[in-house]
């Protein structure tokens, strides 16, 4: 990578094709400690470690980029280098810039990006390349053959292993192009709208697709029964999960803390379960 | 089944551990893989093969994407393959076997989920205190061992403890709690969801949640469809807020 000998010249702490490589490994353990509060997001922390450590001298900026990148974070594990790639190069451009880079524009990107990317890769690895791979792989396997699971691992793993790797300097190189263009010709704030503008439209389809609640309600009403679900479906589909994510946001924004929804979230789950509502 | 089988299948869970965990989920831990070493640890590769094509087959449409959990293949096929070859049980007795035990396996692991939310508490308060490296240990450490030991005590207890223990369980277990359970983990995607828009959602742009959210509610169109979309909406917006400017 040219660009590493120039960035050299006039800052000693910049990031190396080394570091990029420590990404790209670290990125596979990302879904290492997946959990239900911020999913993938202690995977994104420890991924970004080493470059914070490096980059940050100032205890308190250090921590803060600790702090950035324990926030939320959920996307698909091959799509997900490409993130850490483009964060980096945003990590060093803010410790270059003495404070006049908005380190908010870092989380902006992480939760515009990983919706998309979330979407494209879901769809491309597990939805079309696994479903092909493992076609190919169970046509040989149906006889007994053992080259059916050999190669539907084999035919897998080379494409989704290529896209982590080149994703990390693909991301790395294309944030260090753009990213200080942008900022100097003020077309952050147009990236940051577009992004948020994709990024939250996917995570409203996300929560219409993925979120799925339903109630068993039946009415009998003059000899005719009421089913309540179906009626929601052709008023108001998924009218459920929407409200469920809107009332639990609403929750968190009264300062609700997790663990108590986390808990509160199960027995109410068990309760509406057991007297039939959901 | 000896002592050393058993832990050598407690193994193969823990190959699913890794494949998940570990290398970025490059699907080794599918059943069609799972059911072949573990054909291989009890020395009937072929039939291994043969149950993991019929177990592949089934959950082809089992992918965790987001925080749904679809049943557990990965012990489901570990044990099913394992009783199917040591009592001598036909395909469809696997895949009976294999059901239940993955459903009970994904209790388990909504179980272990709530457990690693509980861990990043423990990264932020150390993050706090600037131990960043008990922060990233407990993300690489802690929460491995914390899956692969799960996966290999309930392999190895299963498979050496026997067929007529698992169905027992299984059945011990009434139907309305595994109902409940399946009712408190979709409620549990939406505090997912509701934590991802805390970060996003302003009252500016509630509206383009709105927009991604009812296309696909009344049409259905799958994400990439949807991201198209929001694109081409985002272009407009762009051109609409801005597109003034460029023309000077």
Not at chain 1, 85 to 91: D, P
Not at chain 1, 103 to 117: A, E, F, Q, R, V
Not at chain 1, 199 to 223: H, K, N, Q, R, Y
Request: hydrophobic share 50%.
């Amino acid at each position: 990578m040219n660009t590493d000998e120039t960035i050299t010249e006039d800052y000693q702490n910049c990031i190396t094709k080394k570091d990029l490589h420590g990404i790209f490994f670290r990125s596979m353990t990302i879904m290492c400690s997946w959990n239900y509060e911020r999913q993938m997001h202690m995977g994104f922390m420890f991924a970004m470690s080493p470059i914070v450590d490096k980059l940050y001298k100032d205890e308190e900026e250090k921590k803060q980029a600790y702090r950035r990148h324990m926030e939320f974070f959920n996307c698909t594990p091959q799509t997900t280098s490409f993130i850490m790639g483009l964060v980096a190069s945003m990590e060093e451009q803010n410790a270059k810039s003495n404070g006049e880079f908005n380190t908010d524009s870092i989380s902006m990107i992480k939760t515009s990006l990983m919706g998309p990317l979330a979407g494209i890769g879901d769809s491309f690895f597990q939805g079309t390349l696994r479903i092909i791979t493992f076609g190919i792989g169970l046509s040989f396997a149906q006889q007994g053959s053992v080259i059916g699971p050999i190669l539907a691992v084999v035919l897998f793993t080379i494409p989704s292993v290529l896209t982590l790797y080149y994703g990390t300097f693909l991301g790395y190189k294309s944030g260090n192009k753009y990213l200080t263009k942008l900022y100097k010709e003020g077309l952050m704030e147009r990236v940051m709208q577009f992004a948020s503008i994709v990024g939250l439209a996917v995570v409203g389809g996300m929560v219409a697709s993925m979120v799925d609640i339903v109630t068993p309600l039946e009415f009998t009403s003059g000899g005719t029964n009421l089913i309540l679900q179906d009626m929601l479906d052709s008023i108001f589909p998924k009218l459920l999960p929407f409200i469920s994510v809107l009332g639990v946001y609403w929750l968190i924004k009264k300062n609700v803390s997790t663990n108590v929804l986390l808990f509160g979230i199960i027995i109410v789950g068990l309760i509406l379960s057991f007297i039939g509502i959901l | 089944m000896s002592l050393i089988q058993a832990i050598l299948l407690g193994f193969v869970g823990i190959i699913a551990v890794i494949d998940s965990r570990l290398i970025g989920r490059q699907n080794i831990g599918r059943p069609l893989i799972l059911s072949t070493l573990s054909g291989l640890v009890l020395g009937d590769l072929q039939m291994g093969v043969l149950l993991g094509a019929s177990l592949e087959l089934i959950s082809m449409g089992f992918v965790s994407i987001g925080a749904a959990g679809p049943p557990n293949m990965q012990l489901g096929s570990i044990i099913a393959t394992t009783f199917a070859i040591v009592s001598g049980a036909s395909t469809e007795t696997a895949l009976t076997i294999a059901i239940p035990v993955a459903i009970l396996g994904e209790f388990m692991s909504i179980l272990m989920r709530m457990v690693i939310a509980q861990f990043s508490h423990v990264a932020d308060k150390a993050i706090e205190e600037n131990n960043y490296k008990k922060a990233r240990n407990i993300h690489i450490y802690w929460a491995f061992i914390l899956n692969s030991f799960l996966y290999f005590i309930l392999i190895f207890l299963s498979v050496y403890l026997g067929n007529d223990m698992v169905a027992n369980i299984v059945e011990i277990i009434p139907e309305s709690i595994t109902k409940g359970l399946t009712v408190a983990g979709n409620l549990l995607c939406a505090l997912g969801f509701a934590m991802l828009l805390v970060t996003m959602l302003s009252k500016k742009t509630f509206l383009y949640f709105l927009f991604g959210f009812l296309v696909v509610a009344y049409s259905q169109l799958d994400l990439i469809g949807l991201t198209l979309f929001a694109i081409i909406l985002a272009f407009i917006i762009d051109k609409l807020s801005y597109g003034k400017k460029e023309i000077n």
